[in-house]
């Protein structure tokens, strides 16, 4: 069965980075887009981009130079990579999968468990 | 950028009770191919969101069939024929038209 498993809890202080692994399992790869979902504390839920199956990346504007998403096939994991934490940058991150595997889809059908990254000082 | 909204914010069902949300999109989710590009999420309580409806209408895989979701264009609604006490936590709409998707701000449901 599909399944993302996420690298645990963070505790960063402002300034710093914090890398997120996302590690899939139960289908093929390279043939599914994963995203990247972002849920502060009490709060709704917030898109922050796409990694493609060919390498290719798009993300929202609000994340443009922020973020870097990358994907290792080899071990069939996706990375979200954030720098200059701030405090407003606590939240649960989870990725999930889309459903089609081909062309453009923004239907999450699978998600991992979440990461919580804490920014305090 | 399309703007979701929702209404209500916060529903109490009695169980065995029906429960209706509503969802608008500030542009049309209907493309040219015919599909309303409109999906719904449930978050139930201190877990990930979950696929309960996608394409507007069509259930996820084993999603009970006492949720349904219809509309077009620009208005949508998402219908639980009958409440039941697992069905607590926080829905939300999001469209799958166009780049940057958005979520609606979510309705959070209880059981009186």
């Known amino acids: 069965q599909v399944q993302l498993v996420q690298s645990g809890a963070e505790v960063k202080k402002p300034g710093a980075s914090v890398k997120v692994s996302c590690k899939a399992s139960?289908?093929?790869?390279?043939?599914?887009?994963l995203v990247w979902v972002r849920q502060a504390p009490g709060q709704g839920l917030e898109w922050m981009g796409i990694?493609?199956?060919?390498?290719?990346?798009s993300y929202a504007q609000k994340w443009q130079g922020r973020v870097t998403m990358t994907r290792d096939t080899s071990t069939r994991t996706v990375y979200m990579d954030m720098n200059s934490l701030r405090s407003e940058d606590t939240a649960v991150y989870y990725c999930?999968?889309?459903?089609?595997?081909?062309?453009?889809?923004?239907?999450?059908?699978?998600w991992g468990q979440g990461t919580l990254v804490t920014v305090s000082s | 950028d399309i703007v979701m909204t929702q209404s209500p914010l916060s529903l109490a069902v009695t169980p065995g009770e029906p429960a209706s949300i509503s969802c608008r999109s500030s542009?049309?989710?209907?493309?040219?191919?015919?599909?309303?590009?409109l999906n719904w999420y449930l978050q139930k309580p201190g877990q990930s969101p979950h696929l309960l409806i996608y394409?507007?209408?069509n259930r996820a895989s084993g999603v009970p069939a006492r949720f349904s979701g219809s509309g077009s264009g620009t208005d949508f609604t998402l219908k639980i024929s009958s409440v039941e006490a697992e069905d607590v936590g926080v829905y939300y709409c999001?469209?799958?038209?166009?780049?940057?998707?958005?979520f609606g701000p979510g309705t959070k449901v209880d059981i009186k």
């Open positions: 542009q049309s989710l209907l493309n040219s191919n015919g599909y309303n590009y």
């Open positions: 139960g289908y093929p790869f390279i043939n599914y887009s």
């Open positions: 990694s493609n199956p060919n390498g290719g990346t």
């Open positions: 999930a999968r889309v459903k089609r595997n081909l062309g453009t889809d923004f239907t999450f059908e699978y």
């Open positions: 394409l507007g209408s």
């Open positions: 999001m469209q799958a038209l166009q780049s940057p998707p958005s």
